[in-house]
Nanobody, 131 residues
Framework: QDQLVESGGDSVQTGGSLRLSCAAS????????MAWFRQTPGQEREGVAG????????YYAASVKGRFTITHNKVDGTLVLQMNNLTPDDSAMYYC????????????????????????WGQGTQVTVAS
């Protein structure tokens, strides 16, 4: 069964850190393209970080670059988002996503942040950062 299950969300103070994990199963565990998104009520889902798992190329939203790190375990397909120096603006529901279909090589770097690029989603994990 193709599935993504996030964990690690919590409430922290400004400046704190959290580590989100996404356990992948089925085809999701072999996905070439994986990403983290976040969403607050009334807002569209925002791409936070993406990774091309075979080669390790990583992509970040400007708002998190230098603070967040996305990594992927090739053995079991687990996706991790290390978040440091958190601010209240980082408060959101965080989702793990995977794309398991073929795509034109070289296009991911320009489209990783689009939610429409992914066909498998997790249920989300809540991150709350208090000021």
């Amino acid at each position: 069964q193709d599935q993504l299950v996030e964990s690690g969300g919590d409430s922290v103070q400004t400046g704190g850190s959290l580590r989100l994990s996404c356990a992948a199963s089925g085809n999701a565990a072999r996905a070439y393209y994986m990403a983290w998104f976040r969403q607050t009520p009334g807002q569209e889902r925002e791409g936070v970080a993406g990774i091309y798992t075979p080669g390790g190329a990583r992509y970040y939203a400007a708002s998190v670059k230098g603070r967040f790190t996305i990594t992927h375990n090739k053995v079991d397909g687990t996706l991790v988002l290390q978040m440091n120096n958190l601010t209240p603006d980082d408060s959101a529901m965080y989702y793990c996503a995977a794309y398991t279909r073929s795509r034109t090589p070289g296009t991911y770097r320009n489209e990783w942040y689009r939610s429409s690029q992914y066909n498998i989603w997790g249920q989300g994990t809540q991150v709350t950062v208090a000021s």
